[in-house]
């Protein structure tokens, strides 16, 4: 149980278009979601709070209108990479809470990632 | 200074070795403590959970934590080839929504 998968698992696309990246809890439900970017040999930094529902909340520093975030239904949160650049290039991976777990709600599942390059 | 600081190695032992991974922490509010292991692109996977000070044993993995000395621990025993990959250690303040902060991960490379 508790898996998460994330879609596509890599993705190459031009700099100046757009990426969606979807993140689904498949067999739980998740009222929140995390959206987190990871840099070679480092760790996993928290880029925004998704949650169902209503509007995500972004970490300081990370560009609200440059990562849209979409969390639409209780299994589905959607990170979508506007305007890439190469700079943009990263492992992206998310994570979801299973909402009926209250008392466990500390742990996080997370997705395999998905690795964008911008070229 | 860092919330979590956590030695990048990498961290070489032969087969069978005991391996000891820490992170230290700065913030006495974080309640929850866990370990992640994490191979080469992929998402991490959930090792070991701790809820304050104490130790956890599971298998060949055991996971101590000392809040007042702001330290955590994770052992492995008879470490295997298959161990090796980047062991992330993360720490949550409550059970609310807040997300988890991370170390940096500790790269380990068990040798045949």
């Known amino acids: 149980g508790a898996v998460v998968s994330q879609h596509p698992s890599r993705v190459i696309c031009k700099s100046g278009t757009s990426v969606k990246i979807e993140c689904r809890s498949l067999d739980f439900q998740a009222t929140t979601m995390f959206w987190y970017r990871q840099f070679p040999k480092k760790s996993l930094m928290l880029m925004a709070t998704s949650n169902e529902g209503s509007k995500a909340t972004y970490e300081q520093g990370v560009e609200k209108d440059k990562f849209l975030i979409n969390h639409a239904s209780l299994t589905l949160s959607t990170l979508t990479v506007t305007s890439a650049h190469p700079e943009d290039s990263s492992f992206y991976i998310c994570s979801a809470r299973d909402s009926g777990k209250p008392g466990q709600s500390y742990e996080q599942y997370f997705g395999p990632g998905t690795r964008l390059t911008v070229t | 200074q860092k919330e979590v600081e956590q030695d990048p190695g990498p961290l070489s032992v032969p087969e069978g070795a005991i391996v000891s991974l820490n992170c230290t922490y700065s913030?006495?509010?974080?309640?929850?403590f866990m370990w992640y292991r994490q191979y080469s692109r992929k998402g991490p996977e959930l090792l070991m959970y701790?809820?304050?000070?104490g130790n956890k044993e599971d298998g060949r993995f055991t996971a101590q934590v000392d809040k007042s000395s702001k330290y955590i621990s994770l052992f492995i025993r008879d470490s295997q080839p298959s161990d090796s990959a980047t062991y992330l250690c993360?720490?949550?303040?409550?059970?609310?929504?807040?997300?988890?902060?991370f170390g940096s991960g500790t790269r380990l490379q068990v040798q045949p």
């Open positions: 993360a720490m949550s303040m409550d059970t609310g929504r807040r997300a988890l902060t």
């Open positions: 701790t809820y304050s000070s």
């Open positions: 913030n006495s509010a974080f309640q929850y």
